[in-house]
């Protein structure tokens, strides 16, 4: 993929998996919903006391994958350090839940996690690989 494409792929609704080393053993890889806008950060809110989070803050790097799950398939690969902030609750906590859940499970979900404590962490590309089938189907 181009610059262009591979930006515009992460910048679309998907599900990421969000992996992160852990000591002795295999990395910790999750399903997370994230925001990226083309030359931008990478962000996802998560627990302040997650297990993400606690491994993010030992190690301060960690990569993201997304894809399609149908052929011919497409992939975008982003690896690089990350930083920790608070979360905007419009920009970050409604306008995420919307985006991944709609308006109705979107505000339930909102009201769900109303009172839970969020961090928000941003993961700055370095590293990129990717991946377009479509392009070799041709």
Same mark, same amino acid.
């Given at each position: 993929?181009?610059?262009?494409?591979?930006?515009?792929?992460?910048?679309? #609704?998907?599900?990421?998996?969000?992996?992160?080393?852990? +000591?002795?053993?295999? *990395?910790?890889?999750?399903?997370?919903?994230?925001?990226?806008?083309?030359?931008?950060?990478?962000?996802?809110?998560?627990?302040?006391?997650?297990?993400?989070?606690?491994?993010?803050?030992?190690?301060?790097?960690?990569? =993201?994958?997304?894809?399609?799950?149908? +052929?011919?398939?497409? !992939?975008? !690969?982003?690896?690089? *350090?990350? #930083?920790?902030?608070?979360?905007?609750?419009?920009?970050?906590?409604?306008?995420?839940? =919307?985006? !991944?859940?709609?308006?109705?499970?979107?505000?339930? !979900? =909102?009201?769900? #996690?109303?009172?839970?404590?969020?961090?928000?962490?941003?993961?700055? *590309?370095?590293?990129?690989?990717?991946?377009?089938?479509?392009?070799?189907?041709?």
């Amino acid at each position: 993929m181009t610059r262009a494409e591979r930006e515009a792929f992460l910048a679309n #609704t998907r599900v990421g998996i969000l992996a992160v080393q852990q +000591p002795d053993r295999g *990395p910790l890889a999750v399903p997370v919903w994230y925001e990226y806008a083309p030359g931008g950060a990478v962000r996802v809110v998560t627990g302040p006391d997650s297990e993400k989070a606690r491994l993010l803050r030992a190690t301060g790097r960690a990569s =993201l994958i997304v894809q399609t799950e149908t +052929p011919p398939y497409q !992939y975008v !690969y982003v690896e690089g *350090p990350v #930083t920790f902030g608070e979360p905007d609750l419009e920009r970050d906590i409604r306008a995420t839940a =919307l985006r !991944y859940l709609g308006e109705q499970m979107g505000q339930a !979900y =909102l009201t769900m #996690t109303a009172d839970q404590p969020a961090v928000l962490i941003e993961l700055r *590309p370095e590293r990129w690989r990717s991946v377009d089938f479509h392009k070799m189907a041709v």
